[in-house]
């Protein structure tokens, strides 16, 4: 049964950062295209980045490329979103996904793609 648990939320001010965890268990960690995923109040859930470490691809969305990292430690089977620069619009519910066998790109990091997903935890960013 695949597990995906996020941690790190909470309230910042613009401007500021901030570092998602997601500890996964119940699949092969490495082989899996993983990332993250946010949801703003209203809106539908947007892809943010991903990782694949069979394929060694990283994908950014426009919305956070060069603010966003993704980084993984494969064999605690751990993943992190650094967040700097953080703006108002960043506010949202931030969620832990994995999928296979779809690649870490724009079209494997669409929610319908997407069958594993954490609960989620709440980033706020205060203006």
């Known amino acids: 049964e695949v597990h995906l648990e996020e941690s790190g939320g909470g309230l910042v001010q613009t401007g500021g950062s901030l570092r998602l965890s997601c500890v996964a268990s119940g699949f092969t960690f490495d082989e899996y295209t993983i990332g993250w995923f946010r949801q703003a109040p209203g809106k539908e859930r947007e892809g943010l980045s991903c990782?694949?470490?069979?394929?060694?691809?990283?994908y950014y969305a426009d919305s956070v490329k060069g603010r966003f990292t993704i980084s993984t430690v494969n064999v605690k089977k751990t993943m992190t979103l650094q967040m700097n620069n953080l703006k108002p619009e960043d506010t949202a519910v931030y969620y832990c996904?994995?999928?296979?066998?779809?690649?870490?790109?724009?079209?494997?990091?669409?929610?319908?793609?997407?069958?594993?997903w954490g609960k989620g935890t709440l980033v706020t960013v205060s203006s």
């Open positions: 990782v694949s470490s069979t394929a060694g691809v990283t």
């Open positions: 996904v994995a999928t296979y066998p779809y690649a870490c790109s724009a079209f494997g990091l669409r929610a319908p793609n997407i069958p594993h």
